[in-house]
């Protein structure tokens, strides 16, 4: 259904367009008492328009329902910010750094050719010499190396005894200790001529101590065998060894610490859109002073890490540019009780260590693709960090450490521009009675508090298909306020400025065959863009307009 506009909405509506940031004007706001004079020709037909007194803040704020919707935020600093945080935008938990595979089955043996398979006597217990044996905790990194463990696990012994008598097995785990007791020692009962007994040892809030750092994570594992007499007096054997196999299983590490090893973690990739719908209007120069983007992390990992992440923005238009930022190491947990506890780091890309300007500058109104990695135990210049050597920080992690990361943008609205082109379209316009006009002129009278600078370049009046049908050109509307050498409106150059957009007679012809209306206007900063600005909250536009009419009502 198309709008039909009569005398004199249409010369409202070119006041409309002529208004920057007009989708936020609200024409409850306006006060109709005010009437302007301002024309050589005598009108007869006079309409106020209204007038207006906006802070910058009004006229940009998007009034979302929901504050984290909101893109345009009042700053601390009194600026204008576009804002944007993409949470979550990648993570990583302990199983990307340290894990542990089914492990290793060991075995050992006790010569028991002292007791033959005949019987022979036997009064009293036996004590075979103990036998310690070393057997090695498996991470799946190989380079990984431990200094301290906490875990539950279980070890399975399987026992097969020669001879007719009970066994005592003592075991004991010469760095395993639970509650502070070390060594950590147990007797199992190994019943007569035993075929592959099974025992199971299960060790909740087990605590290894490495006793000296190695790739292979050896620890000591010790046996004691004692033959138990009974009331026979005799014994025998079937003629083999005593045989110990026995395996860790169903390991679950609580807290580990040593060297975690040079590893490359894989972030993975997502896409970015900041919604700032307005940068989709716009086409020019422009340069953003101070653009930031920050990863905020909340870390449970104790291990240094590099990030190393891109990002590539596309405008509207296809044209797409690269971050490029520097990598940098944020802080990370460096005791046991951070671990637990987490702690809150960030890094910021911005002018100084990155293309974030230009990137800005773009603008990324499409979307920005983001991936990155992240290299554990890397110092700043890319060497490797010893996590062992003397004064470092040991690597610790514990079962459910993980770091996640948000993206947040803070792109503060000290900028400069240049002849930016913002256009728009109106369809569907119904204009009726365009015929009555004989001379018409819209009167702007404008004090200007904002830094820019607004000039209408044309408004194209189209047919349905979009042939233009006329042409309204004009200077300069509304005129920018000067500025202080830090970019801060000068209240002092404030003026009052009267401007007229007067339409032609093959202008007004025209109208009838209106259907769609096409405004382009330029915007720069303060001096034709030269220089540096700073968009407050606080800055304030006043105007008032009033549309003259000479109308022949006989027509």
Same mark, same amino acid.
């Given at each position: 259904m198309k709008r039909e506009i009569r005398? !004199?909405?249409?010369? /409202?509506?070119?006041?409309?367009?002529?208004?920057?940031?007009?989708?936020?004007?609200?024409?409850?706001?306006?006060?109709?008492?005010?009437?302007?004079?301002?024309?050589?020709?005598?009108?007869?037909?006079? %309409?106020p328009i209204g007038y207006g007194e906006y802070s910058l803040w009004y006229l940009l704020n998007q009034h979302e329902e929901l504050e984290a919707d909101q893109t345009i935020v009042l700053g601390d600093d009194g600026l204008i910010h576009i804002k944007y945080t993409e949470k979550d935008i990648f993570s990583y938990g302990t199983d990307e750094v340290l894990t542990f595979p089914d492990q290793d089955p060991y075995s050992t043996t006790f010569d028991m050719s002292s007791y033959p398979t005949v019987a022979v006597p036997f009064t009293s217990d036996a004590t075979l010499a103990s036998s310690t044996k070393g057997f090695n905790i498996k991470a799946d990194e190989t380079d990984i190396i431990l200094t301290k463990l906490k875990l539950d696990t279980k070890v399975?012994?399987? +026992?097969?005894?020669?001879?007719?008598?009970?066994?005592?097995?003592?075991? =004991?785990?010469?760095?395993?200790? /639970?509650?502070?007791?070390? !060594?950590?020692?147990?007797?199992?009962?190994?019943?007569?001529?035993?075929?592959?007994? +099974?025992?199971?040892?299960?060790?909740?809030?087990?605590e290894f101590t490495f006793p000296s750092p190695?790739?292979?994570?050896?620890?000591?594992?010790?046996?004691? /065998?004692?033959?138990?007499?009974? #009331?026979?007096?005799?014994?025998?054997?079937? @003629?083999?060894?005593?045989?110990? @196999?026995?395996?860790?299983? @169903?390991?679950?590490?609580?807290? %580990?610490?040593?060297?975690?090893?040079?590893?490359?973690?894989d972030v993975g990739s997502g896409d970015i859109d900041m919604g700032v719908d307005f940068?989709?209007?716009?086409?020019?120069?422009?340069?953003f002073a101070d653009p930031r983007i920050s990863l905020k992390f909340n870390n449970t990992v104790g291990v240094p890490f590099l990030v190393?992440?891109?990002?590539?923005?596309?405008?509207?238009?296809?044209?797409?540019?690269?971050?490029?930022?520097?990598?940098?190491?944020? %802080?990370?947990?460096?005791?046991?009780?951070?671990?637990?506890? #987490?702690?809150? %780091?960030?890094?910021?890309?911005?002018?100084?260590?990155?293309?974030?300007? !230009?990137?800005m500058a773009l603008p990324p109104s499409g979307n920005i693709t983001y991936s990155?990695?992240?290299?554990?135990?890397?110092?700043?210049?890319? =060497?490797?960090?010893d996590p062992l050597a003397a004064g470092n920080n040991i690597n610790i992690i514990s079962g459910t450490s993980s770091i996640s990361a948000d993206l947040e943008m803070d792109i503060p609205m000290d900028f400069k521009a240049d002849n930016l082109s913002i256009s728009d379209t109106i369809d569907e316009v119904d204009i009726s009675d365009a015929e009555k006009i004989v001379k018409a002129a819209l009167i702007i009278t404008s004090e200007n508090g904002l830094p820019l600078d607004v000039k209408i370049e044309n408004i194209f009046l189209t047919d349905a298909s979009y042939t233009v049908l006329s042409t309204i050109s004009n200077e300069s509307i509304i005129n920018a306020a000067g500025v202080t050498a830090t970019g801060e409106v000068d209240p002092s150059t404030v003026k009052e400025v009267v401007n007229t957009i007067e339409l032609t007679e093959d202008q007004i012809k025209s109208l009838n065959d209106t259907e769609n209306i096409i405004i382009k206007a330029? /915007?720069?900063?303060?001096?034709?863009?030269?220089?540096? +600005?700073?968009?407050?909250?606080?800055?304030?536009?006043?105007?008032?307009?009033?549309?003259?009419a000479q109308v022949d009502l006989s027509k």
């Open positions: 005398i !004199p909405i249409l010369l /409202v509506l070119f006041c409309f367009l002529t208004m920057p940031f007009k989708s936020c004007v609200d024409s409850d706001d306006y006060d109709f008492d005010r009437l302007s004079d301002k024309v050589d020709w005598q009108p007869n037909f006079v %309409a399975s012994f399987t +026992v097969s005894n020669p001879v007719d008598k009970a066994i005592k097995l003592n075991v =004991t785990l010469e760095e395993g200790s /639970v509650a502070g007791a070390s !060594p950590l020692s147990k007797d199992f009962d190994i019943s007569p001529n035993a075929n592959a007994q +099974v025992i199971d040892w299960d060790l909740t809030d087990l190695s790739v292979n994570n050896t620890l000591h594992i010790s046996f004691g /065998v004692t033959i138990l007499a009974d #009331g026979s007096g005799t014994i025998r054997s079937n @003629g083999n060894d005593l045989e110990i @196999g026995y395996q860790f299983g @169903g390991l679950v590490f609580k807290l %580990a610490k040593g060297d975690f090893g040079d590893q490359t973690i940068w989709d209007d716009i086409d020019g120069n422009f340069t190393s992440a891109n990002m590539t923005g596309s405008n509207s238009d296809g044209a797409t540019l690269s971050l490029d930022p520097d990598d940098q190491l944020p %802080a990370y947990p460096t005791n046991e009780a951070e671990v637990l506890a #987490g702690i809150e %780091a960030s890094i910021m890309y911005n002018k100084d260590n990155s293309q974030i300007v !230009p990137f990155g990695s992240v290299r554990i135990n890397r110092n700043m210049d890319g =060497t490797r960090y330029a /915007v720069s900063t303060y001096d034709e863009g030269k220089q540096s +600005v700073k968009l407050k909250g606080s800055d304030k536009l006043k105007f008032s307009i009033s549309v003259n």
